[in-house]
């Protein structure tokens, strides 16, 4: 993530938590599945949250949509884009979530399909096939009518069949005894709506250890989430889900890879429409948003992107050049055109590097290096910062993960002066790269910024 110089032109997955008997929650960063370059390309947004789940021994994927939100718009698979893997079609449209969709036959969906608008050929509703169905203000339905052809509508141009596959029905939990195939131990997707089809929930659910994945836990699963209507997409190998470009579950047993399936259903954001608070389109759900605004109004920071929309990348790492030019607007360093440093001659961060050699806060990385593209560590910042600071080195022992390293008394010296608690109960974290947001929070704090 760069910082931006020039002055601007004006101006995931949130993570809920939820906890209860029987349902065991994990929170997860989307980082924590390897979500890095592809995924920062793509559009964030408060109105997706995504949340891993572990009921019994299956791990549910649930990602939350608020459909409401003008950003967000309802993405499925045209004819001419059919049978292909999720994470292509993902790729394909941009989608910031996208799950695989009907059952199908010789490549083709089992029941109705629509993408764009455009029906795809030979598709109809049949009699024991539910559908999901969305218009371009993403009003969306689950088929109300069991056992019948429901009339189409012109105006839905999403449209994913789910056969004979109704979880919940105006909020009622669907009885499955009897049907073998419905306690199979294989992988599942369903998709589900809230009574007032303002929330979209998208779940995958893993092939478990023992047992099977029993289509009634699902149900009462997503009745507990807020769906009260919700459906069966096809399951087993062809269960996918990916968010923000990385495919965040667990395939099927002996599936090395994806599986080709007819069609999908995505949910798309569109940046240009995101609501948003305050200087910055990207920060409105980051605990420290408000330190984020305090050292922009200071002029220490611009953001990572200018114009109408700006951005901050609160999660995205800092270099060692960023740094560099952190320090020197917060501290008003002046910039220095001696040449420090023989690793980055001509570079347009070189003064900010020679500004803090000539303060006295790094002499580089090694004899006359800078190595300005290395990712900054929690460490190696608290102790920029608290030489640039001026700060009394701290013997007190307030984190266990620290002892004996160079950043030790810094980091105690930054505990001392109420700038970091560290990451956990006595635990600094110092070898971990600091994202951009906690830089925000370590200058407002140390310059009494609010």
Not at 69 to 77: G, L
Not at 100 to 111: E, K, M, S, V
Not at 200 to 221: D, K, N, S, Y
Not at 323 to 328: D, E, R
């Amino acid at each position: 993530m760069r910082e931006v110089f020039q002055s601007r032109s004006h101006g995931t997955i949130p993570f809920s938590h939820t906890r209860g008997h029987p349902f065991v929650v994990f929170v997860l960063s989307l980082f924590l599945f390897g979500i890095g370059s592809t995924a920062s390309a793509l559009s964030r947004t408060p109105a997706i949250s995504y949340v891993r789940h572990l009921v019994g021994d299956h791990n549910y994927h649930l990602v939350t949509v608020n459909l409401a939100r003008p950003e967000i718009s309802i993405r499925t698979t045209k004819d001419s884009e059919g049978y292909r893997i999720t994470s292509s079609f993902s790729d394909l449209v941009g989608a910031a979530v996208a799950i695989n969709g009907d059952w199908f036959i010789a490549r083709r969906p089992r029941g109705l399909a629509r993408g764009v608008g455009e029906q795809w050929s030979g598709s109809t509703d049949l009699s024991n096939h539910a559908f999901i169905a969305c218009t371009n203000d993403n009003t969306c339905l689950i088929e109300p009518e069991r056992d019948s052809v429901t009339p189409l509508s012109s105006a839905w141009t999403s449209v994913v069949g789910g056969n004979d596959a109704r979880l919940v029905q105006n909020g009622i939990v669907q009885s499955f005894s009897g049907h073998n195939v419905y306690v199979e131990n294989t992988p599942r997707t369903a998709v589900g709506l809230s009574a007032d089809r303002q929330t979209l929930f998208l779940l995958t659910v893993e092939q478990g250890t023992t047992g099977g994945t029993r289509w009634e836990t699902i149900a009462t699963f997503l009745k507990g989430r807020g769906a009260w209507n919700a459906m069966m997409f096809d399951g087993g190998g062809s269960t996918t889900m990916m968010v923000y470009g990385q495919r965040v579950n667990r395939l099927k047993n002996g599936t090395p890879t994806e599986r080709k399936v007819a069609n999908h259903f995505a949910v798309l954001v569109d940046l240009n429409k995101i609501l948003f608070n305050g200087t910055f389109a990207d920060d409105d759900d980051s605990i420290h948003e408000a330190d984020i605004e305090a050292i922009y109004a200071a002029g220490i920071t611009k953001g990572c992107e200018g114009g109408e929309r700006p951005r901050y990348c609160p999660d995205g790492s800092v270099s060692r050049y960023h740094m560099a030019i952190f320090l020197v607007r917060a501290f008003n360093l002046p910039l220095s055109s001696t040449n420090y440093f023989d690793d980055d001659n001509g570079h347009q961060y070189e003064r900010y590097a020679n500004a803090l050699y000539r303060a006295g806060i790094t002499t580089g990385c090694s004899p006359r290096k800078y190595c300005g593209d290395r990712k900054v560590t929690r460490g190696e910042m608290i102790t920029f910062l608290g030489r640039a600071a001026g700060w009394s080195k701290s013997y007190i022992n307030y984190f266990d993960d620290d002892n004996n390293r160079f950043w030790e008394p810094w980091a105690n010296a930054a505990r001392n002066r109420g700038v970091t608690n560290g990451c956990g109960f006595r635990r600094f974290c110092g070898e971990r790269v600091i994202t951009r947001a906690e830089v925000a929070a370590f200058l407002s704090r140390t310059l009494h910024l609010r």
